[in-house]
């Protein structure tokens, strides 16, 4: 396969990857936006009192998804226009974005596998909290805030190894809902649903960006070596030599050991054309 058979299938690749990689982009923003504003973390996030863990996790998650999001999709447009218009810078910045969005989801990673429950737990404190306040004070705002998070949840109350609940926890739930599973093992279970789900992503983002990166970099440097395919090869005009008589055509030219043909400058009514005389 020659250079140019490699670029081509490079360019190829690159448009492929480029779509999907801004597929990626646009299936992580959706997952952020249904993220923050979602019932079950939205819900949560209303009995959070101010400055709490889990109010900073929760916008810390959207503008990081929102800007990864962003710069998936900015890399994939530039490295797509790039490979088309082979054009270097515009496949310089789209290595650029990809470059970033690799380095941030290095960072995720690496935070996820050092605080695999942080979530979890700020969500878990956020509801024992709720729960505490719903449960000593008389009904009212907290309590209808607490019974907001387990028709959310489906679920009922928090588990009492020691004790059976007494009349003000028993008041929270129901007949009809006392078998239900009690929150915090819901509250984990689809925090850690939700977890995998971002640990999936993260793994096929960060696979996409090397792969990106890898193209972008081959491509950049086809570029910049000048071995593209659209254009055909490049053309410069020499500098005339000094001395050296302009060109002229034939027809304007004396020729070498013959007559030349000179053009009349008046030309009659009846000629019809240009009327050329022989110079003996």
């Known amino acids: 396969m020659g250079p140019r058979s490699r670029v081509r299938v490079a360019k190829c690749q690159m448009l ?10 646009l299936l992580l923003a959706t997952g952020v ?10 819900v949560i996030r209303r009995v959070s009192p101010e400055g709490s863990p889990y109010e900073a996790l929760h916008h810390w998650a959207f503008f990081t998804g929102v800007s990864l999001a962003g710069l998936l999709g900015l890399g994939a447009v530039l490295s797509a ?15 650029l974005c990809f470059a970033l969005v ?18 979890e737990d700020a969500a878990l404190d956020t509801y024992d909290l709720a729960y505490d306040r719903a449960v000593r004070s008389s009904p009212g705002t907290q309590r209808q805030e607490l019974l907001a998070i387990q028709d959310t949840f489906l679920c009922c109350g928090k588990g009492s190894p020691s004790s059976l609940p007494g009349s003000a926890e028993a008041d ?20 850690r649903t939700h977890g995998h789900i971002v640990s999936v992503l993260a793994s096929v983002g960060l696979a996409s960006t090397v792969y990106a990166m890898l193209l972008s970099s081959f491509l950049w440097f086809a570029i910049c070596s ?4 659209d254009r055909k090869g490049t053309y ?3 500098p005339r030599a000094r001395g050296q008589q302009p060109w002229e055509p034939s027809f304007f030219r004396r020729s070498q050991g013959g007559p030349a043909l000179h053009q009349l400058d008046d030309l009659g009514p009846g000629s019809g ?8």
Not at 33 to 42: D, E, I, K, N, R
Not at 102 to 107: G, I, K, S
Request: proline content about 2%; overall charge positive; charged content about 15%.
């Open 16 to 25: 492929v990857t480029s779509f999907f990689v801004l597929l990626l982009g």
């Open 33 to 42: 936006v249904l993220t923050y504003f979602g019932a079950h973390f939205a």
């Open 81 to 95: 226009a790039a490979a088309v218009r082979e054009a270097g810078r515009l496949m310089a910045s789209g290595f």
């Open 102 to 119: 690799f380095c941030a989801l290095v960072q995720v990673a690496f935070w996820r596998l050092r605080n695999p429950t942080q979530v």
């Open 172 to 191: 929270l739930c129901p007949v009809e809902e006392a078998a239900s599973q009690d929150c915090l093992q819901s509250i984990r279970s689809f925090l």
């Open 226 to 229: 000048g071995r593209s395919l």
């Open 236 to 238: 410069a005009l020499s």
């Open 273 to 280: 054309g240009s009327r050329l005389l022989q110079d003996h």
